[in-house]
C-alpha cells in the first residue's frame, strides 16, 4: 500500500523460499540496514555467524515473534518474543537459532558517524551461481557496481561469473580490481573452483600469487 508520504508492506510477502524479508531494499531505505529473517521450525539457523568488523555496523536485533536463541561471542542470550538485543561491537561474533517455530528477527544496522551505503551481500546471488544462471547472474551485478560500499565484492563474483562464462579478458581485468580494492579476496581466488577456466594464464597466477 502506498502513499504521497509513506508505504506499507507485510513481512510475509516480502518473504523469500530462504526466508529472509530484505525490508531496505523493498523500500529503498538509504538512511540504515533494514532486514528479518523468518525459520519454520524450532532449533533453525536464524541469523549465521558473523561479525561487523568489515563495514562497523552497530546492529540491533528485535523478536518480533516466537522465541529465539542468540549467542554473542561465547555468551548465549536467551531471546523470547519481545527482546531487544543491540550489539555495540562490530568486531563481536553474533549469531541467532529459533527456540520455537515460526520465529522472526527484525534487524537494523548502520555505522556510527557515517553516511549509510548498502553491503552487497543483500543482492542475493547466491541461488544465481547454484542454478548455473551465468548470464543472468552477470547481469545482476554489472547492474549493482558502483551501488554498494563493498563494490570489491560485486567486482569478485562479477569476475566468477565472467570466468563461468568463458570471459578470460574481462574476468581477469575485473578479478584485479578486486584484489586491488580488497587484496584478502587474493587466498580466495587461489582455491576458488569458478575460476578454472584461468588457472593456465599467467596472468591469474600473478594476481593470486
Known amino acids: 500500500m502506498t502513499g504521497k508520504r509513506w508505504e506499507t508492506a507485510s513481512?510475509?510477502?516480502?518473504?523469500?523460499?530462504?526466508?529472509?524479508?530484505?525490508?531496505?531494499?523493498?523500500?529503498g531505505v538509504e538512511s540504515?540496514?533494514?532486514?528479518?529473517?523468518?525459520?519454520?521450525?524450532?532449533?533453525?539457523?536464524?541469523?549465521?555467524?558473523?561479525?561487523?568488523s568489515p563495514s562497523g555496523h552497530e546492529e540491533l536485533y528485535v523478536v518480533i515473534a516466537g522465541h529465539a536463541r542468540f549467542t554473542v561471542d561465547d555468551e548465549e542470550i536467551d531471546a523470547p518474543?519481545?527482546?531487544?538485543?543491540?550489539?555495540?561491537?562490530?568486531?563481536?561474533?553474533r549469531a541467532a537459532w529459533a527456540r520455537a517455530?515460526?520465529?522472526?528477527?527484525?534487524?537494523?544496522?548502520?555505522?556510527p558517524g557515517k553516511a549509510y551505503r548498502p553491503r552487497s551481500w543483500e543482492l542475493g546471488v547466491g541461488?544465481?551461481?547454484?542454478?548455473?544462471?551465468?548470464?543472468?547472474?552477470?547481469?545482476?551485478?554489472?547492474?549493482a557496481l558502483g551501488k554498494y560500499e563493498d563494490d570489491a565484492g560485486v567486482l569478485y563474483n562479477l569476475a566468477c561469473a565472467e570466468a563461468l562464462l568463458g570471459e578470460t579478458e574481462a574476468a581477469i581485468s575485473h578479478l584485479s580490481e578486486a584484489l586491488d580494492a580488497h587484496p584478502a579476496f587474493r587466498d580466495m581466488a587461489r582455491e576458488d573452483p569458478d575460476f578454472e577456466t584461468l588457472r593456465s594464464d599467467e596472468r591469474f597466477a600473478a594476481l593470486v600469487g
Not at 11 to 27: A, L, T, V, Y
Not at 37 to 51: K, Q, S
Request: hydrophobic share 40%; proline share 5%.
Open 11 to 27: 513481512i510475509g510477502e516480502m518473504e523469500d523460499s530462504h526466508g529472509w524479508s530484505p525490508i531496505r531494499k523493498r523500500f
Open 32 to 52: 540504515f540496514g533494514i532486514n528479518a529473517w523468518t525459520v519454520a521450525g524450532a532449533d533453525e539457523r536464524i541469523i549465521p555467524e558473523h561479525d561487523e
Open 81 to 93: 518474543h519481545g527482546t531487544v538485543l543491540y550489539v555495540r561491537d562490530p568486531a563481536a561474533r
Open 101 to 111: 517455530a515460526n520465529t522472526t528477527v527484525l534487524a537494523v544496522g548502520a555505522a
Open 127 to 143: 541461488p544465481l551461481f547454484d542454478r548455473g544462471e551465468h548470464v543472468e547472474l552477470k547481469r545482476v551485478l554489472v547492474e
